[in-house]
């Protein structure tokens, strides 16, 4: 029987979007895709804000218990991952990193008209399957 995966969806912004995005999600300008996130319980955070905030928990309750603490810090202090991490977000569902296939598709479903209409860069849809997942460096984690 196969694996049944879980899985998540992300989308790239302009930078302005994305500055707009992490300071002010009722911003008129991220309305379209607020709307969206409304209509499936989902809500929407910079990678970048996320590694952020993994690394402050880790800070927070000590590194040795967080696996990814230094490969994650090493990735937030570099001006290039930061760039890029910044306009990258994950979407999250109910509260959940990760959510079933059905809860991805309908929701991959009504973001594709914002790709097609140049408000979201790219939309892409990742499971869970570590096979799919690159891995941090050996020496990083």
């Given at each position: 029987?196969?694996?049944k995966?879980?899985?998540?969806?992300r989308?790239k912004?302009s930078?302005e979007?994305?500055e707009?995005?992490?300071?002010?999600?009722?911003?008129?300008?991220f309305?379209?895709?607020?709307e969206?996130l409304?209509?499936?319980?989902a809500s929407?955070?910079?990678?970048?804000?996320?590694?952020a905030?993994?690394v402050?928990?880790?800070e927070k309750?000590g590194?040795?218990?967080y696996?990814?603490?230094q490969w994650?810090?090493?990735?937030?202090?570099?001006?290039?991952?930061?760039?890029?991490?910044?306009?990258?977000?994950?979407?999250y569902?109910?509260?959940d990193?990760?959510?079933?296939?059905?809860?991805?598709?309908a929701?991959?479903r009504?973001?594709?008209p914002?790709v097609?209409?140049?408000?979201?860069?790219?939309l892409t849809?990742?499971?869970?399957?570590?096979?799919?997942n690159?891995?941090p460096?050996?020496h990083?984690?």
């Amino acid at each position: 029987m196969p694996e049944k995966w879980e899985y998540q969806l992300r989308f790239k912004l302009s930078p302005e979007l994305a500055e707009v995005a992490r300071g002010d999600v009722n911003d008129a300008r991220f309305k379209p895709i607020a709307e969206v996130l409304a209509r499936h319980n989902a809500s929407a955070i910079s990678q970048f804000d996320a590694f952020a905030n993994y690394v402050a928990q880790a800070e927070k309750h000590g590194v040795d218990e967080y696996p990814l603490y230094q490969w994650t810090k090493a990735t937030i202090e570099n001006p290039e991952k930061k760039a890029k991490h910044s306009t990258a977000f994950a979407v999250y569902v109910g509260g959940d990193e990760v959510y079933d296939e059905a809860r991805a598709n309908a929701l991959e479903r009504d973001l594709r008209p914002l790709v097609e209409a140049g408000l979201l860069l790219a939309l892409t849809k990742h499971d869970t399957n570590p096979a799919n997942n690159p891995q941090p460096p050996a020496h990083l984690i």
